[in-house]
């Protein structure tokens, strides 16, 4: 049975991951157990979530590099509300939810509305992100709050000794419910419509400007959410957090299939591609004998490859579409 070219990337994807999780398996004494596959999603929990916005945001043929400040920034406002103010976790969390969600609307109002330049308009969100976070302090607030400590330190038993954190948890099910989105609404047939053509889903009476503005507002709440997430693996709030984040969770999307293009792409791919970097980590954490900079040159050289294989991709779709 041949496999349809628009699944070959996110094929490839898969079947990279699970030769490294074999050859992980085979040349490493303990790295095949539960525990040391769930930790691939416990570790990244934070990156599954912001990397699940980003994909609606590239699907839609955009892009957003505000993410990994809007992290740091939540991380801050949390830490403040929580240590300087004493509110309550039950408080501070719809507060931070409702402010990202805010920023990402206004962000994808302007993109829509004046026919901005995503890249341009992100890249000055990202800014203004991170100088906000440095308003509130240029120093590390930690957060003591003994209810921020029982969440962070909560385990789901999964079978046997393993389990997930509440953060992990909470990522799969960002990923379940943003498969739904993406398959079966109105909104996710749009985004897709958006990045295959614009101008033809315009044509075809879809709903483009609304959900212009949603994908960024939706990617703004992915980011916010990273960063409660964020919070909880840290327990402290930084201006410096998550620097570069945005550059992992698009390479996140990229390595799991989708095009930088637009239209074409998966959010389970997506969760994929965040296993993939968790495991090129442990690969070189079991190593040893490697610095942990190599996991950025292996990115690389995969984002690489992976980009050839959209244009070879691409140039197969061009004369058919």
Known sequence: MKLAPKYLPLAATVSLFLLMAALGS???????????????LIDNAFLCVVAVGMTFVILSGGIDLSVGSMIALTTMVSAWLVQKHQWSVVAVVPTVLLMGTAFGALMGLLIQRFRLQP???TLAGMFLARGLCYVISIDSISITDPTYAALSEMR???GGEASLSLSALLALVVVVLAMFVAHCTQFGRTVYAIGGNENSAVLMGLPVRATLVGVYTLSGFCSTLA????????LSGYGLHAVGLELDAIAAVVIGGTLLSGGIGYVAGTLIGVLMLGIIQTLITFDGSLSSWWTKIIIGALLFVFCLLQRVFEARRGPTS
Do not use: E, H, M
């Not at 085979?26 to 691939?40: C, D, I």
């Not at 960063?227 to 840290?234: D, I, N, R």
């Open 26 to 40: 085979l040349r490493y004494t303990g790295f095949f157990s539960a525990q040391v596959f769930a930790n691939l």
């Open 227 to 234: 960063g409660v997430v964020f919070t909880f693996y840290t």
């Open 119 to 121: 890249f341009i308009v």
């Open 156 to 158: 789901i038993p999964i």
